[in-house]
C-alpha cells in the first residue's frame, strides 16, 4: 500500500513539475485574450525566451542576467504583436503564427551563429541552472505514511518556478477579479467602446495586458531550459504554449479551470513517462510514441469539445477603432 501511495506521489509530482511551463503561458495568454487579444503565439514567445535564457547564460554565467534577458525578449515579441494587432489592426491569428515561425527560426540560426552546436546552447553547469529545493523536515517525515510521500514528492523537491507558477494562479486571479485594473482589463475584452467612453485607453489597457503575458511567458522560458532541461534544445517547447492556449479555452477564460487543465496535461505527460515499457492489456511492447502522443490527442479532444461551447470575451480578436 505505501508503494502505491509514492508511486502516486511520485507521478504528481512529476506532472506538477512537466505542468509548470504550461501553467505560467496560460496566465499571460489568458490576461491576453480577456483583453480582447487573441495570442495563438504563445508558443513563440515560450521557445524565443527559454533559449534567450539558456543563451545569456551561456555567454554571461548570470542568472539573474540570464531571467532578465529571456523575460525581455518575450515582452518585445508581445509588444510586436501588439503593434501589429493592436495599433496597425491586423489578423490575430496571422501574426501570432508569424511570432512562431519567426521564434522557431531565430532560435535555430542564432544558436547555430553562436555555438555552433546545430541550434542548441551549451550544457549548463549546475550553478546556472534552477536545481530542486527541498524543504526542511523531508528526512523526518519520509517514514510516515501518506504525508511523508505527499510532502517529499508533491510539496518538496520543486525548483523555484514550480512556486512560482502555483502563485501566479493566484495573481492572475486577483488582479482579474480583485483590483480596477483587472475590471479594467475583463471590460475592455467585452465593450471596449464603454470603456473609451469612461475616459480609458483601450490601447493602452490590451498594452499593458499583453505586457504581463510576456513576462509570464519569459518565466515559463526559463523554466523549461535552466530548471526541467540543462539548455536550450531545437524546438524544446514542443507544443506547450498550443497546450497553454487549449488550457485557457477548456478554462473558459478563468485561471483556476484553465490550471486545473494545465495539471491534467502534466499528469498525463507524467503517466506517459511512467507508461513506457510497461505491458497494458495484455500488450507487451506499446510502441514509446503512443504515450508520448497522449497530451497532444487530449488537447484535440479538449479543442474539438469545449471550442463551440466555451464563451470567449465577446471583442476578443476584433480590432477597435475609436468611434469620432
Known amino acids: 500500500m505505501n508503494d502505491l501511495i509514492v508511486t502516486i506521489a511520485n507521478v504528481m509530482g512529476s506532472g506538477l513539475r512537466q505542468a509548470v511551463p504550461m501553467i505560467l503561458v496560460a496566465m499571460g495568454g489568458l490576461i491576453a485574450e480577456r483583453s480582447g487579444t487573441v495570442d495563438i503565439g504563445l508558443e513563440g514567445k515560450l521557445l524565443m525566451s527559454a533559449f534567450a535564457g539558456a543563451a545569456t547564460a551561456s555567454?554571461?554565467?548570470?542568472?539573474p542576467l540570464a531571467v532578465l534577458a529571456a523575460v525581455l525578449v518575450s515582452v518585445v515579441f508581445s509588444l510586436l504583436h501588439g503593434f501589429a494587432t493592436i495599433s496597425q489592426k491586423g489578423d490575430h491569428?496571422?501574426?501570432?503564427?508569424?511570432?512562431?515561425?519567426?521564434?522557431?527560426g531565430l532560435t535555430l540560426v542564432l544558436g547555430q551563429a553562436w555555438f555552433q552546436k546545430?541550434?542548441?546552447?551549451p550544457l549548463l553547469p549546475d550553478e546556472l541552472r534552477f536545481k530542486p529545493i527541498v524543504w526542511p523536515g523531508v528526512e523526518v517525515v519520509r517514514d510516515v505514511p501518506v504525508i511523508g510521500p505527499v510532502y517529499e514528492k508533491i510539496?518538496?523537491?520543486?525548483?523555484?518556478?514550480?512556486?512560482i507558477a502555483i502563485a501566479?494562479?493566484?495573481?492572475?486571479?486577483?488582479l482579474l477579479y480583485r483590483t480596477r485594473m483587472g475590471l479594467r482589463i475583463r471590460a475592455v475584452g467585452e465593450e471596449p467602446n464603454a470603456v473609451d467612453t469612461a475616459g480609458l485607453s483601450v490601447v493602452r489597457l490590451r498594452y499593458l495586458a499583453l505586457v504581463y503575458?510576456?513576462?509570464?511567458?519569459?518565466?515559463?522560458?526559463?523554466?523549461l531550459s535552466m530548471a526541467?532541461?540543462?539548455g536550450f534544445v531545437r524546438e524544446m517547447s514542443a507544443g506547450m504554449g498550443f497546450m497553454a492556449l487549449a488550457a485557457v479555452i477548456f478554462g473558459k477564460w478563468r485561471p483556476w479551470p484553465?490550471?486545473?487543465?494545465?495539471?491534467l496535461f502534466g499528469l498525463l505527460g507524467a503517466l506517459s513517462d511512467r507508461l513506457q515499457g510497461v505491458p497494458l492489456f495484455g500488450v507487451s511492447e506499446i510502441p514509446s510514441q503512443v504515450f508520448s502522443a497522449m497530451p497532444y490527442v487530449l488537447t484535440i479532444v479538449l479543442l474539438a469539445s469545449f471550442v463551440g461551447k466555451a464563451v470567449a470575451p465577446k471583442a476578443i480578436g476584433r480590432p477597435y477603432v475609436k468611434e469620432r
Open 93 to 104: 491569428v496571422v501574426s501570432g503564427l508569424a511570432i512562431n515561425v519567426l521564434a522557431s
Open 258 to 263: 484553465a490550471f486545473a487543465a494545465c495539471l
Open 59 to 63: 555567454l554571461t554565467g548570470s542568472l
Open 118 to 121: 546545430g541550434g542548441q546552447t
Open 155 to 163: 510539496i518538496s523537491g520543486h525548483h523555484v518556478f514550480t512556486y
Open 168 to 174: 501566479s494562479v493566484f495573481l492572475t486571479a486577483f
Open 228 to 230: 526541467q532541461n540543462g
Open 213 to 223: 503575458t510576456g513576462i509570464m511567458c519569459g518565466l515559463a522560458g526559463v523554466a
